[in-house]
């Protein structure tokens, strides 16, 4: 059935400009994701209280949009943990700091399309290599918490409404 689907379909080369941003992300990925379960060392007091409302949600089985976290968090990034605790088996150090490496990671990748979408691809590019090696942003990538999903969000937002204005369609 697929061969009557794709029939007189003439499948493209992916152009190098949607391979950019995937390569973006590797190169983010690297510095954010070495030997995380270790470093920094110990686990700081968000991260216990996410993995522990993360525990909570799989014992009551209770999905809600704000979680019952210190400042009644969104659920978003909680459920990614969850979606990776399932994979490593338990609520560990681990699959909360690697929630944060994949959400910092895809910020970069984000980070470029909006320089690109704003001010032309050499910007796009500057924009994300430094934010990939922004000490800053490694950082906070690297620690289980909540706060590295406000940068991937706003910039989501700004290159979805930069793109919207420039094609007119909403």
């Known amino acids: 059935t697929l061969g009557v689907l794709t029939a007189g379909v003439r499948l493209r080369r992916p152009a190098l400009w ?23 060392f110990g686990v700081w007091f968000d991260e216990a209280e996410g993995a522990v409302e993360i525990r909570r949600v799989f014992e009551q089985g209770t999905y809600t949009p704000i979680l019952n976290t210190y400042g009644r968090d969104t659920s978003g990034f909680f459920y990614i943990i969850s979606g990776l605790s399932l994979v490593f088996g338990d609520t560990s150090v681990l699959a909360s700091r690697l929630a944060a490496v994949l959400v910092g990671s895809a910020t970069v990748a ?5 320089g690109r979408e704003l001010f032309g691809w050499r910007v796009g590019l500057a924009a994300a290599v430094l934010m990939a090696l922004l000490r800053w942003h490694i950082n906070f990538s690297r620690l289980g918490f909540n706060p590295i999903s406000l940068p991937f969000c706003a910039a989501l937002a700004f290159w979805l409404l930069g793109r919207a204005v420039r094609l007119k369609r909403w």
């Not at 949607?18 to 920094?40: G, T």
């Not at 984000?110 to 909006?114: E, N, S």
Request: no cysteine; hydrophobic share 70%; glycine share 0%.
């Open 18 to 40: 949607s391979l950019l941003p995937w390569a973006l992300f590797a190169l983010a990925l690297i510095p954010r994701a070495y030997d995380n379960a270790n470093l920094p």
């Open 110 to 114: 984000i980070v470029f399309l909006l």
